[in-house]
């Protein structure tokens, strides 16, 4: 069973950029699919991007598409995701996950990171 920690997360003003990186411990860190997703206060956690075993196979919800960048460093069981022209709708806790099933639906993943802080300012 992976295990996952994400970092990389903090206080940016709008328009900035941060970079979140999630650590896999495990050997099998290659047989998942990996996403991250994202919970604002009060709200329901969002899909917001995830990749394929391969990292060939990037996925994205529309309201990041085109600014964040998900990819995978399989040889350093890491997971990354380049967020750009940040806004303060952004704002969440950010977390990774690994599963295997559909890419969208948090009920396919089944290893959760323990979520990282993102806030942006206006």
């Known amino acids: 069973q992976v295990q996952l920690v994400e970092s990389g997360g903090g206080l940016v003003q709008v328009g900035g950029s941060l970079r979140l990186s999630c650590a896999a411990s495990?050997?099998?860190?290659?047989?998942?699919?990996l996403g991250w997703f994202r919970q604002a206060p009060g709200k329901e956690r969002d899909f917001v991007a995830a990749?394929?075993?391969?990292?060939?196979?990037?996925y994205y919800a529309d309201s990041v598409k085109g600014r964040f960048t998900i990819s995978r460093d399989n040889a350093k069981n890491t997971l990354y995701l380049q967020m750009n022209s940040l806004k303060p709708e952004d704002t969440a806790v950010y977390y990774c996950?690994?599963?295997?099933?559909?890419?969208?639906?948090?009920?396919?993943?089944?290893?959760w990171g323990q979520g990282t802080q993102v806030t942006v300012s206006s």
């Open positions: 996950a690994a599963g295997s099933g559909s890419y969208y639906y948090s009920d396919a993943y089944n290893v």
């Open positions: 990749i394929s075993r391969s990292g060939g196979n990037p």
């Open positions: 495990g050997r099998t860190f290659s047989n998942y699919h």
